[in-house]
């Protein structure tokens, strides 16, 4: 009897997060989430349309291993925000366990879609909250939403009320006060919690600071837009699929310099009709090109007189072989021409695999000539100045970093000293604390 926790993923790598709590005989499971490395890596060892099964997707170690739980006395599965690295592995995983998913409505559809995309029944019932509320997921445990900032619409923090004290779980978040689309972070609420017993904390930039204010990223494009809405040439941006604030922001700044605005690709169109289903936002004046033979014959109708007419809005900027982008370049769906412009509204993630594979992009984009913009950009993930924003508000007796490789969690302990103890947890190794 007691409170243990259990890392199953995201405690020394960037991805795959999963995290099980153990009150005394029962489980609850927060987030299930993909490697995407590792996913990326089977996928295309199959085919992008062929499901891999659970067994190739251990082995490429891209969703988390259960074989440390004892799946029987799960009572819930809790999914933070609709991130794969968070609810990734859901599919996969899911019907191994007889308990609910317990999401906000955005996060439940994109479930729902993922599972559709590989035609996977989920048998578990999927249970929707709205994201200031507060059920109850066991015998004695009841979980909270706190709506909180970040990249995607209708992320939360968890917390975890138990017998044994309060469990938050600050996993992927910032703290934005003006981030473009949705409501701020209830930080009335993240005060009420003081004192709390844990506080889990996003680490990915431990010790790091910067602007990462939504709107500030809205300024960089409109900027960019104004400086690069060439005569005659196209324009393509290429952003996050689920970073609808972004699309939001590229769709009304495309309008604004008067060139019609398309969506390009099925990814983009799954998490738009997701927003517009739960009344996020609605891009019906958008035209969505969704398939790729009908985008091939699409770009088949751009000539030197319509070029410049269109924005093109698409996926790929990791350079990730089965993107959108990539597509238009080495299939020549699109014939790149001479001060063609492609914005990159995102940072390169910084692992061997994409630092390379966008690099090899780049350089094909240069072969034609075309200008290319790169970190029109700001990060869902807090900085130094939200940790120590999120530590004064809730106060923790203790502090877990997560969603790091080890260093940084280590650097995590300088930002925490002040506040409570810090422990460094590893996957697979339980903490009892109670
Ligand atoms: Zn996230």
């Known amino acids: 009897m007691g409170l243990t926790i259990l890392p199953l993923g995201g405690y020394q790598e960037v991805g795959k997060n999963c995290t099980a709590v153990i009150i005394d005989d029962e489980i609850v499971l927060l987030d299930m989430g993909l490697h995407l490395e590792g996913f990326i890596s089977v996928q295309e060892e199959i085919d992008e349309f062929t499901v891999p099964s659970t067994e190739q997707l251990l082995t490429a170690k891209a969703i988390p291993d259960l074989s440390f739980v004892d799946l029987s006395k799960v009572c819930a599965i809790i999914a933070s925000h609709a991130h794969l690295d968070h609810i990734g592995a859901i599919p996969f995983l899911a019907d191994r366990i007889k308990a609910p998913i317990h999401a906000t409505a955005f996060t439940g559809n994109i479930i729902r879609r993922l599972c559709e995309d590989k035609k996977i029944d989920l048998h578990n019932k999927l249970t929707i909250h709205d994201s200031n509320s507060t059920f109850k997921v066991g015998k004695h445990i009841e979980a909270e939403f706190i709506h909180i900032t970040h990249s995607i619409p209708q992320t939360v923090v968890i917390v975890l009320h138990t017998p044994y004290g309060k469990i938050v779980f600050a996993i992927d978040y910032k703290l934005d006060n003006t981030p473009v689309l949705g409501s701020i972070t209830n930080e009335k609420r993240l005060r009420e919690l003081k004192n709390a017993d844990v506080l889990f904390l996003d680490s990915l930039y431990a010790g790091i600071d910067a602007e990462n204010s939504e709107m500030y990223a809205r300024t960089m494009l409109e900027e960019n837009f104004q400086t690069y809405n060439r005569k005659g040439k196209a324009l393509v941006v290429t952003t996050f699929a689920s970073h609808t604030a972004r699309l939001k922001s590229i769709m009304e700044l495309g309008r604004k310099i008067g060139r019609e605005v398309i969506f390009i690709g099925r990814s983009m169109a799954k998490y738009c009709d997701a927003a517009k289903d739960e009344n996020i936002f609605d891009f019906s004046n958008v035209e969505f090109i969704r398939f790729g033979s009908k985008v091939r014959r699409f770009f088949k109708k751009i000539n030197k007189q319509n070029r410049d007419k269109y924005l093109f809005v698409v996926t790929g900027h990791q350079g990730e072989h089965n993107a959108m982008l990539s597509k238009m370049i080495d299939l020549k769906w699109f014939q790149f021409e001479k001060d ?25 984009l240069h072969q034609h000539e075309v200008t290319v913009i790169k970190d029109i950009h700001v990060s869902g993930h807090a900085y130094y100045k939200d940790h120590i924003k999120m530590l004064e508000m809730i106060k923790p007796k203790m502090v877990v970093p997560i969603h790091a490789e080890l260093d940084k969690m280590e650097k995590m302990k300088d930002t925490c000293a002040s506040y409570g103890e810090v422990h460094i947890l590893e996957n697979g190794k339980t903490w009892t604390y109670k």
């Open 340 to 364: 063609d412009v492609v914005v990159f509204s995102s940072f390169v993630i910084p692992t061997d695999t994409c630092v390379m594979s966008r690099a090899i992009l780049e350089e094909k």
